[in-house]
């Protein structure tokens, strides 16, 4: 343990951190010991960012660990947070202690550091502020696979003493997991106290593994119902906090289910039981209909708008996946799209993606670029209502993310997006949306003077992705390959995202053709998406699958690229028979091969991977 009148002993300015040179750790570990509370906080936050950043730890941080854990004693008010600080300085997976990159390691050096100075921080696990012996536990436990026996046994008697005489059930809970950190293997599942109940009943299921046994899974619902209100952030391992208790129950969902069914009807505390529900959507296939129906359950224990704002958004991307979304769920949606608050846009766009046709008539009358999006996807029938408010919005100048919603809404409308024709004119010349404007227009397949001059004069933009999509579209209109030949020769020639550019080539077929001689190179190129885009242009281009093939096929898998491979493959007519396990097991597999966020509201690529996986074998 080091004191602030030794931090120029060491030669921080040779040390690095997250943001270079660690020459700032010295005062910002000065600033601990000042009176200044607000100066002692941002020196705090300012640690956390820089020797540890964001889980990661650097040269700086060993060193930094005895001066730590003599301002963990003795800077005022700041025991807890440094005590915390410590134990995440050291965190490490268990199994990493036994492999050969170990010794060199930063987290190495920063557990050497604390095992030395631990005997001097273990009066903390007597301190009488609950969130300092909870701080204290947890830092012990970051180095409990490495202490060396001495100091071990004086940490083992104490925390055995907080889990048996400490009056914070939450603090006797926390013990525990400590203790089985140590090998003490102890599974208190009659305890009168439900917080040690409920981290002896996690215990005992990772350790099992699922199924879980019925007596865990009452303890998951009864216990795990409202978690210890003085919990705190801090990432920890093995321990009761939700996150981890949530992962858990997510590996089993039937029982992930039960419990969170249980949770919700007990008042929803924290949202637990909505975000574990959502998290077996979100790990496994076909539980919409069972998470949605939970999500509904929920919706009256929204304690506030942000909450109620956050159930609407997830509600609507899993109800996208429903072929009949319930009515009442979808009448529920209704009444709160049509409040005067925040929750309305949220609960609108649910209750569109929903495919409700009471969601036009909503859409209308409070307009966004998102949501008028959401309807033409959905609604293309109602073209003639939509369109107008689109082009009115266009005309009054949408920008940014915007402006390329409004213009993508358009197309599902085929020839009937013609029809806004002077608004993507528009966008081209002030280049609004520029990029899907210029794609529009050369599907539209209206060609008049203005419209490929426009087109000509955005080939020459510094914008190269502009570039491309409006050589494409002068191609679409003029039948004249050689102002796309000769930007795409261009763009294909210089250093950079190729498959951006070779995405866009579709549209000219063997048009294209003289630009073989820049794809083909790229069919063996070391970036994967970039093998898959020359691979599909290749094919485009020359109508023969059989140079393509291979390359999607190799590519072929449940990842964004390997996915984007498989669609190609689906274009080309062809499945090879060698990828006809994997892709029945992509059909097959009960759990979501692909993640998604549930608030991009654009479908789910793991939904997408089971459907072109069936249609492949079809194909076969």
Known sequence: MRSPAELDDVRWSDLTHAYGSAEDVPELI??????????????????????????????????AVPF????????????????????????HGPAFVESPHWPRSDVAAVCSELCAVLPALLPCLEDPERGVRRAALRMVATV?????????????EQVEALYTDDPVPAVRADALIVLNRFGRTLEPLDSPLPEVRLAAAQLAAERSGPPYAPELVEIFAEDGTEPDPGDDDFPWSDTTTQERLTDLLTQDPDVGLTVAARWIGAGDFGSQGSWLAEGIAASWRDKEHEVLSLSLAALPHARDTAALRTRFRVIGHWIDLLPEPDADLRNALHRHAGAEDETAEPALLALTHSRDPRAVDLVLERPTARLLEAAAQRFPEAADRLIPVIRRELAAGATGNDGIALVRALDPFGAEARAAEPELIDCLRT?????????????????????????HKA??????SLRASAAVAH??????????????????????????????????GDAAAPLLARIEPLLEAGHDWTRKA????????????????????DLAGPTPVGLSALKALATTGSSPDELHPALRSYVSSPKRLLT?????????????????????????
Not at 68 to 91: G, I, N, Q, S, Y
Not at 443 to 452: F, L
Not at 485 to 505: F, V
């Open 30 to 63: 000065r600033a601990l010991y000042e009176d200044d509370e607000e100066a002692a906080d941002e020196a705090v936050y300012e640690l956390y960012g820089n020797i540890h950043h964001q889980g990661t730890i650097y040269q700086a941080s060993a060193p």
């Open 534 to 553: 020359a691979a599909e242009a290749h094919h485009w281009i020359t109508g023969s699958p059989d140079r393509a093939v291979p390359v999607l096929a």
């Open 459 to 464: 080939t020459q933009s510094t914008d190269a």
């Open 431 to 455: 280049r609004r949306a520029a990029i899907v404007a210029a794609r529009r227009l050369g599907a539209n397949g209206v060609s008049t003077p203005e419209i490929t001059s426009l087109l």
């Open 144 to 156: 409990a696979d490495v202490l060396p026996d001495e100091p071990r046994a004086l940490a083992v």
């Open 596 to 620: 998604d966020t549930p608030f991009s509201g654009q479908g789910h690529p793991d939904e997408e991977l089971r459907t072109v996986s069936r249609l492949l074998l079809t194909i076969g």
């Open 475 to 508: 191609h679409r209109l003029t039948g004249d390959p050689e102002t796309a030949l000769r930007t795409y020769e261009l763009l294909l020639a210089s250093k950079g995202q190729s498959h951006w550019y070779l995405s866009g080539l579709e549209p000219m």
């Open 68 to 91: 730590l854990a003599h301002a963990a004693l003795h800077a005022p008010r700041k025991h807890e947070d440094l005590l915390m600080l410590l134990a995440v300085l050291a965190d």
